[in-house]
């Protein structure tokens, strides 16, 4: 079948082999990637692999089949959810105003192109979006099986494929619940934590509530961290940050001081909330170390709560697909630095099953469409204290139903869209494809950030593997980028010199910003790339930063890396001699 596009297509053409060689990508990886491009990314028809070889009969066929499968009465659940599926094909066709005046506000930024590398712009597979359009045309809710049917069903058999990837055994036990965002996971998070600890919370709130107590997370976390305290009533005041260490991890030691010294002030702790996959840095907290600490201080203390591990996945989840890759073997040819670094994610997300619930965004790491994102409970047992009588509710009886998510979760409404999307990426990708498509951004990354570190005057501030390259550019005539990003870190005496450096670094962005090619890819400018290791360790060093996941952002590394060579040579230029001169006295001193 030919599906050759035409010029007014030219976005779904992004896919360009010849310009990836000249990454020094090894070509087994790239026949790989190129099928994925192609069949899942494009769709088109290709006989390159039983992958794809029958993905797109029509967007017309596939809504026709799911209406007729929804017309089928009371179809019985499968309440075997050890095991995921479902079938589906493709096509749409929309009445030509409703498109004349509906397009224009499809003025948003393209995910598809690969040239915007600011925070979390996944493309989209397209079976996930053929998931998510079918689900909005059946149009099920997710409240109970009375009116979400197999819907429901499918949502747990997501649930338990998304927990086995993630490395939980006991798939009976596991449970979890589709909801709009990673936010709304972190929020589930604190309240089974706070409902924990106090189980008649739900019926007298938090005035009834006499014991002090506190949460705990780390300064690296998402802004979700604190505003979803302030959302359920405890506020941002009532939470202990942790610092984080050089590499943006959680301060291990710091941790356990600060809960053994809550417990010994009698200060409750009900939920701990760690990062996998942060924004900014892309680094894992150790989930391992902070499981044993928590058992080693309940054991020490064993009149206090123990606190509910939460794991904060949204990004880094995605991670767990390479938690069995073989590293000696390779078998997806992926670069010696990337796979000298991938010990390092094995060693912490091989860990996941130790968190009591986690938040993953499937929309971010997974190349679903927004949104899709789900929090995994480890043992159901804990939505007992957030689940209503039968008698509380006047519309239904969920004790009538198989599958009643009504009864213990936050909303009465929840669409299934993200859940369609992600079981349609999950059957189509699998783990190999996931590895693959995932690779393209860790391998882009560190090739990035290899060509920074070949400039001496680029520090690259997280050298761990990644999807960020977070680099704080120095001006032109600096030649121990590494040195001097050490010395900010470290050294108190320094930190004036330092916010001077800063001064400069936000100056070159904004000038960057304003004389960049429109065919150069977009960077991010973040206050907090690493904490000042001294002191509290609340002094922030801001970088430029580079999100690279997208599988066709590879082919314009090297046209980035020109135009920023030439752009801020021209921005000093533009500079005072004055102001270049203390610089130098700055670097020289």
């Not at 600011?118 to 998931?131: E, K, Q, S």
């Not at 998510?132 to 429901?152: D, E, F, Q, W």
């Not at 409902?195 to 008649?200: L, Q, Y």
């Not at 900010?488 to 930190?495: H, L, N, V």
Request: glycine letters at 6%; a negative charge; proline letters at 4%.
């Amino acid at each position: 079948m030919d599906q050759t596009l035409n010029s007014n297509e030219a976005a779904y053409q992004e896919f360009d082999i010849e310009a990836l060689k000249n990454l020094n990508l090894d070509p087994e990886y790239l026949k790989l990637l190129e099928v994925i491009e192609i069949g899942a990314l494009n769709g088109e028809m290709i006989d390159k692999t039983e992958h794809f070889d029958a993905f797109f009969p029509s967007i017309k066929d596939f809504l026709y089949k799911a209406v007729e499968y929804s017309k089928k009465p009371n179809k019985n659940l499968d309440m075997d959810f050890l095991n995921y599926g479902i079938q589906v094909q493709e096509e749409l066709g929309i009445e030509k105003d409703a498109m004349a005046s509906i397009l224009p506000y499809y003025n948003s930024l393209d995910s598809r192109t690969g040239k915007d590398w600011r925070n979390v712009f996944p493309i989209t597979l397209l079976p996930a979006l053929l998931g998510a359009m079918g689900a909005c045309l059946i149009n099920p809710n997710l409240v109970t099986s009375k009116y979400g049917k197999r819907a429901n069903e499918l949502e747990v058999r997501v649930v338990k494929s998304l927990a086995k990837i993630l490395g939980y055994t006991d798939l009976e036990k596991v449970s979890g619940l589709a909801i709009e965002g990673g936010t709304k996971g972190n929020m589930y998070g604190y309240i089974l934590g706070l409902n924990k600890a106090f189980p008649d919370i739900r019926e007298y709130g938090l005035m009834g509530v006499k014991q002090e107590f506190k949460f705990i997370n780390s300064q690296s976390g998402h802004f979700s961290n604190f505003t979803t305290l302030a959302a359920i009533g405890v506020g941002r005041k009532n939470a202990i940050r942790i610092p984080c260490d050089e590499n943006n991890v959680i301060n291990i030691e710091i941790f356990r001081k600060e809960l053994e010294e809550s417990y010994m002030n009698n200060v409750l702790i009900p939920t701990v909330l760690i990062t996998i996959g942060t924004t900014d840095a892309c680094s894992l907290d150790n989930i391992k170390e902070v499981h044993q600490v928590l058992n080693e201080l309940s054991k020490k203390y064993p009149n206090m709560h123990k606190p509910h591990l939460h794991v904060d996945a949204a990004i880094g989840w995605a991670f767990s697909f390479y938690n069995n890759y073989d590293l000696k073997q390779n078998k997806l040819h992926f670069k010696t630095s990337v796979i000298e670094k991938m010990q390092a994610i094995q060693n912490v997300c091989q860990n996941f099953n130790l968190a009591d619930s986690i938040t993953l965004d499937v929309h971010k790491t997974g190349f679903a469409p927004y949104s899709s994102s789900f929090v995994i409970v480890k043992n159901k047992d804990d939505f007992k204290h957030l689940t209503w009588d039968s008698g509380d509710f006047k519309y239904f009886n969920p004790a009538e139903f198989q599958i009643s998510p009504v009864s213990y979760s936050l909303e009465c409404t929840r669409s299934s869209a993200g859940v369609f999307a992600t079981a349609m990426a999950l059957k189509s990708l699998g783990i190999e494809g996931y590895q693959t498509l995932l690779g393209a951004g860790l391998q882009y990354t560190e090739i990035l950030k290899d060509k920074f570190n070949e400039l001496d005057n680029v520090a690259v501030v997280n050298p761990n593997l990644g999807f960020t390259c977070l680099f704080r550019p120095y001006p032109s005539f600096v030649t121990s980028a590494d040195t001097l990003i050490e010395k900010e870190k470290f050294s108190e005496d320094f930190q004036l010199q330092s916010k001077q450096i800063s001064e400069y670094v936000k100056g070159l962005y904004k000038y960057w910003k304003t004389h960049k090619s429109p065919s150069i890819p977009n960077v991010d400018y973040v206050a907090s790339a690493a904490w000042g290791q001294y002191g509290e360790g609340t002094y922030e060093i801001p970088s430029w930063k580079a999100y690279i996941l997208n599988p066709r952002a590879g082919k314009y590394i090297n046209a980035f890396i020109k135009e920023f060579n030439a752009i801020r040579m021209e921005y000093e230029n533009h500079l005072p001699k004055e102001y270049l001169n203390e610089l130098k006295e700055i670097f020289t001193a």
